[in-house]
C-alpha cells in the first residue's frame, strides 16, 4: 500500500494477554551465513556469506519482512541466538528493492513519516531502530498531487493548506466540517499515542512494562481533553465511520476524502478502520510543523538498516533458504525443514512472519487444531496488486515533479474499487542515486483491489496472459501519462515492467497475491501473535496490529519483547529512552 504507516498505540493493551515463553540467555556472536552462497544484494549493504550449515538456534524466524527483521533485530539485541531463514534472494519481503539496468525499485511501501521521531509517541520502526542503534536519513517534503474528479491540485499536509483546496474544489460546508473534524480528532491523538508500541509484550509482563509505566501519562491525556473528550476516546477502538456520523458529517468531498485516507492507510474504509488508526494519522498529518519524509537510497535502505542492525548484535540471515515445514515434536514447535533436507532446530520458539495462509501450509495437518484452521480459513483477504515499475529519461519532464501522484477515476465506484485508484511514486525526485545520471524511476500500483481470480490458473508464458496483462495495467500507464506531463512517453521507456497477481504471488510467497487480511473494525479483530502450538508465534500483517510498515514493526517487536524477561524488556526501555 501507499503508506508506511504509523498506527495507534492506544489499541494495543486490548491485544496482550496471551501465554509466552521467556529467557534471559545471553549468547556468542555468530556471523550471517547463506546456504546458497548468495553475494552482496541489491538492497545496498546487504551481504551474506558462503556456509551452508547451522543446526540450530535459540530463536528461527520464517521471512524476512520487515515484521521479521524487527523481531529478529530486537531479539538479537536482547542476547539471544536469531537466525533468519529467507526463501528469496533479497531480504525485506515485500518492502525490498531491487535493480535493473541501473535503475533500483521499490517493491512495496513508498509513502513514509515518522522516521526521525523520537520518544514514547515515535513511530514504532522509528523505536526499533534506535534500539539496534541505527539511522536512516530522510528526505523531507510536505505534498503530493491529487488528480480527481473534481480536479487537481497539489495537497500540502499540514493544519492550513488543505482549507484552500475545499474552498476551490468542494464547498463552504466542505471546509466547515473538516475544521468540525480536526477539532473533534486531535485532541484526542494524545491517548491514542500515550502507549509506546515498544512497551508492549505477549504475557502478563505487559502490566510492567507498558500499564503501570505509561499509566501516569494516560490518565494525563484523558484528564486534559476533559469528560467530552474523554467520552470520544471510548471510540478509538471502534470504526472511523461512526465518529464521522457523530459528527453528522454530510459533505460528499470530505467523505470521500477520508475513505480515501483510510484506504491508504488499511486497504479498508472508515467504515472498517479503527478510530485510533486514523487518529493517529492526522495527528502525524495536520498539525504544525508535520512532514513526510522519503528514506535516501529507496526503501531498500530500512531493509539494509534492519538487517545491519541485527547482524551488529550477532543475528544470522540466510538467504534463498526456504522452509518446506515447521518441525513440531511432543507438541512443540522445535524447528523448521528446509527444502535442502536440513533440519534446523530452535531450541526455544519458531516465528513464521508469512501470511496466516501461508503459515498454515508449513504446519502439520494433524497439529493444528479445528477452531485455529477454521479462523484463519475464515478470515477474508485484501484482493492483490498490479504493479508498473518503468525507468526513462528525465529529459522533457517538469523539474518540479513531485515525489507522490494519486489518481482516482471515479469517487461514485468507491476508493476499493479496481482499477480506480492508481498511485504513483517517483522516489529519484527525491533521492537520484535510485537512476542512471538524468533518469527517472517510477513505480505506480493499485493497492489491494485487483481481482485474483481474473487470472488465477494462468500460464504465465500464455498469450491469453501478456494480453490481460496489457489490459489490466492500461490504467496505469494513463495514469503515469497524466501525471508526467506530454514529455513523457512510454514507448521511451528503458525498462517496463508490468506485475500482476501472478507476480506478487510469485515472488512475495503471498498467498493468492493478497495484501492481506481485509478484518474490518467493530467487527473483529487481528490475531494476537501467539498460536495453538506451544513456542510457535507469528508477526507481519497477518497480526495484530495489522497492515503497513510501522504496523509490522510493531508486530515483530511485540514477539520479540515476548520472549524475553520483564527485566531484559523495561532496561531496552530504558535504554532508548520511553
Not at 286 to 303: D, M, Q
Request: charged fraction near 20%; include cysteine; charge should be positive.
Amino acid at each position: 500500500m501507499a503508506l508506511g504507516r504509523v498506527f495507534p498505540s492506544f489499541t494495543q493493551f486490548h491485544h496482550t494477554l496471551c501465554p509466552s515463553l521467556q529467557s534471559s540467555t545471553v549468547r556468542k556472536t555468530f556471523l550471517a551465513r547463506s546456504s546458497n552462497g548468495q553475494g552482496p544484494s541489491s538492497n545496498g549493504s546487504v551481504s551474506v556469506q558462503k556456509k551452508k550449515t547451522f543446526p540450530e538456534a535459540d530463536v528461527v524466524i520464517i521471512g524476512s519482512g520487515i515484521g521479521g527483521l524487527c523481531c529478529a533485530g530486537l531479539l538479537a539485541r536482547y542476547g539471544q541466538n536469531v537466525l533468519v531463514l529467507e526463501s528469496h534472494d533479497l531480504p525485506g519481503g515485500a518492502a525490498h528493492s531491487f535493480e535493473i539496468k541501473g535503475y533500483k525499485f521499490d517493491s512495496g511501501p513508498s509513502l513514509f513519516s515518522g522516521f526521525q521521531s523520537r520518544g514514547p509517541q515515535a513511530n514504532p520502526l522509528a523505536q526499533v531502530l534506535d534500539a539496534l542503534g541505527e539511522s536512516l536519513p530522510c528526505a523531507k517534503y510536505d505534498s503530493w498531487k491529487v488528480y480527481i474528479p473534481e480536479g487537481e491540485f497539489l495537497s500540502r499536509i499540514g493544519p492550513t493548506e488543505f482549507f484552500k483546496d475545499l474552498e476551490k474544489y468542494a464547498s463552504p460546508d466542505a471546509v466547515r466540517e473538516w475544521q468540525k473534524l480536526l477539532d473533534a480528532v486531535l485532541p484526542l491523538s494524545a491517548a491514542a499515542m500515550a502507549l509506546p508500541p515498544l512497551s508492549i509484550r505477549g504475557d502478563f509482563g505487559v502490566l510492567s512494562t507498558a500499564a503501570v509505566r505509561y499509566a501516569p501519562s494516560l490518565f494525563k491525556s484523558f484528564a486534559q481533553m476533559g469528560p467530552q473528550g474523554a467520552l470520544g476516546a471510548t471510540k478509538l477502538l471502534r470504526p472511523f465511520s461512526e465518529i464521522i456520523d457523530s459528527l453528522e458529517l454530510k459533505d460528499p468531498f470530505i467523505r470521500n476524502w477520508v475513505d480515501l485516507l483510510s484506504f491508504l492507510l488499511a486497504g479498508v474504509k472508515t467504515n472498517g478502520i479503527l478510530s485510533a488508526e486514523m487518529v493517529y494519522m492526522f495527528a502525524e498529518w495536520y498539525k504544525p510543523g508535520c512532514c513526510l519524509e522519503y528514506p535516501l537510497h529507496g526503501s531498500g535502505a530500512i531493509v539494509d538498516a534492519l538487517v545491519h542492525g541485527m547482524k551488529k548484535f550477532g543475528g544470522r540471515l540466510s538467504l534463498g533458504s526456504h522452509v518446506e515445514k515447521i518441525v513440531v515434536e511432543n507438541g512443540c514447535a522445535t524447528g523448521v525443514k528446509l527444502r535442502s533436507g536440513q533440519f534446523v532446530r530452535a531450541k526455544k520458539a519458531v516465528v513464521s512472519n508469512a501470511s496466516m495462509w501461508d503459515t498454515l501450509k508449513l504446519l502439520p495437518k494433524e497439529v493444528v487444531p479445528k477452531s485455529y484452521l477454521d479462523r484463519i480459513n475464515m478470515t477474508p483477504q485484501c484482493e492483490s496488486f498490479m504493479h508498473l515499475h518503468l525507468g526513462f529519461a528525465s529529459e522533457g519532464i517538469s523539474k518540479d515533479l513531485g515525489i507522490h501522484h494519486i489518481v482516482v477515476n471515479d469517487w461514485e465506484r468507491g476508493v476499493d474499487a479496481d482499477q480506480n485508484v492508481v498511485l504513483i511514486s517517483v522516489p529519484s525526485v527525491l533521492s537520484p542515486d535510485l537512476a542512471p545520471p538524468s533518469k527517472h524511476v517510477l513505480h505506480a500500483y493499485m493497492p489491494g483491489t485487483e481481482p485474483f481470480g481474473l487470472w488465477e490458473g494462468l500460464d504465465r508464458r500464455s498469450t491469453e496472459y501478456k494480453n490481460l496483462k496489457a489490459e489490466r495495467s492500461e490504467v496505469m500507464w494513463r495514469a503515469v501519462e497524466r501525471a508526467l506531463g506530454a514529455g513523457f512517453s512510454r514507448e521511451k521507456c528503458e525498462v517496463k515492467l508490468v506485475g500482476t497477481p501472478l507476480t506478487h504471488q510469485r515472488f512475495l510467497r503471498r498467498h493468492r497475491g493478497t495484501y492481506g487480511p481485509a478484518i474490518q473494525a467493530g467487527k473483529d479483530s487481528f490475531p494476537g501473535h501467539s498460536t495453538p502450538i506451544p513456542q510457535f508465534y507469528c508477526c507481519g500483517d497477518s497480526t495484530f496490529p495489522g497492515i503497513g510498515v510501522p504496523a509490522v514493526a510493531a508486530s515483530g517487536a511485540i514477539v520479540a519483547n515476548s520472549l524475553v524477561s520483564v527485566s531484559q524488556h523495561s532496561q531496552l526501555l530504558d535504554a532508548i529512552g520511553i
